[in-house]
């Protein structure tokens, strides 16, 4: 590993601080070096706030040495105004010389723009170090962007024989069977957390009347999204507390009116995925969590509309029940949450 891949490595170590609070903008770090000192580094928090570039540069006790320094950074300096100036700006105003870029910023905003700028100034500037590691930093951010959609993932529990849930639940109540031990669940709340939305069908919320929240992890609720065709759902389902923002596809106009629920009439006699797709896309939602139930899950599996899934396998035997989806494990990667093995599956068509 060369001098400049080993300051991206530490670049896309400082984003990862800003996972699942970066939205919608993408996780970035980075790095300022001079006489072979690291002398600044910052990643990018929060929308809104700084941007990573913006927080190395601050960080500099003495701004002198900017003028003979280099600055690494995981994503292309953004060239356009938003919430915050462009990046590429400050870096030209403190005429750092040396620029070192992981990758260039899919957003049709910037894509190419800052590095042109910067390069335009005088500066050196090298593109492509760690290139795919820096991708897949921002596989949400890169899927948004290049195919107009949000990063899903797949996600679901299931028995030993392959079961999502008994034929009949032990507990008649309005709450879910648990395949999985505590700390696998809290694993998904720690999942939850990371992504920006989360989905379940109308038989999920029916049986089980999630909250869909990160009640067990310390980081923001995404947001909810849910299937009910024909308005089935209890009004006062967990779904409808107005605690998250929530958004509910179904074939007629509701007939009341929820303060942080948002109403989306689609066509369930067609494909829905699509339709879906594209009103996640409108609300400018990255990355979603499916978590349910069987018909929903098949459904983008089937469309082959997905980009990876985490399955649980718990320890108990159902024998008979509602039978987990059908998905290939090919290149699958298995580790353990204590009993419960958990397989992760990336789509690569």
């Known amino acids: 590993m060369n001098i400049h891949e080993e300051y991206i490595k530490r670049c896309i170590a400082l984003a990862q601080n800003g996972l699942g609070s970066t939205y919608p903008n993408p996780m970035v770090g980075s790095v300022i070096v001079y006489d072979g000192k690291i002398i600044g580094e910052g990643w990018h928090k929060k929308a809104g706030e700084p941007h990573a570039e913006v927080n190395a540069i601050r960080s500099v006790k003495d701004k002198s040495l900017l003028q003979k320094a280099t600055i690494y950074v995981s994503l292309e300096p953004c060239s356009h105004f938003g919430k915050t100036p462009p990046c590429c700006d400050l870096i030209i105003k403190y005429k750092i010389p040396n620029v070192v870029v992981g990758t260039v910023d899919p957003n049709e905003k910037v894509a190419?723009?800052?590095?042109?700028?910067?390069?335009?100034?005088?500066?050196?500037?090298?593109?492509?170090?760690?290139?795919?590691?820096?991708?897949?930093?921002?596989?949400?951010?890169?899927?948004f962007h290049t195919k107009k959609r949000p990063y899903i993932i797949l996600k679901w529990a299931e028995s030993q024989d392959g079961f999502l849930a008994p034929e009949k639940k032990i507990n008649q109540e309005r709450k879910p069977f648990w395949i999985t031990n505590p700390y696998s669940r809290q694993l998904v709340h720690k999942w939850r957390s990371e992504e920006q939305a989360i989905l379940v069908g109308t038989q999920t919320v029916i049986d089980d009347n999630p909250k869909l929240n990160t009640r067990d992890w310390s980081g923001n609720n995404p947001t909810r999204v849910v299937l009910d065709q024909n308005n089935r759902i209890s009004k006062e389902s967990f779904v409808f507390d107005d605690s998250v923002k929530t958004i509910l596809f179904t074939k007629s106009e509701m007939s009341f009116s929820a303060e942080n629920t948002t109403f989306e009439v689609i066509d369930f006699n067609r494909n829905i995925i699509p339709q879906i797709i594209e009103v996640l896309y409108k609300n400018q939602i990255q990355s979603i969590i499916i978590e349910g139930g069987l018909q929903t899950l098949q459904s983008f599996i089937d469309k082959n509309i997905w980009d990876e899934a985490r399955i649980f396998i718990g320890q108990n035997l159902f024998e008979n029940g509602t039978k987990a989806p059908i998905l290939s494990k090919k290149n699958a990667i298995k580790t353990h949450v204590q009993n419960d093995e958990l397989i992760y599956v990336r789509n690569h068509d």
């Open 112 to 143: 190419g723009r800052g590095i042109k700028k910067i390069t335009e100034s005088g500066a050196s500037v090298i593109v492509g170090i760690l290139e795919n590691e820096c991708k897949e930093l921002n596989k949400r951010f890169f899927t």
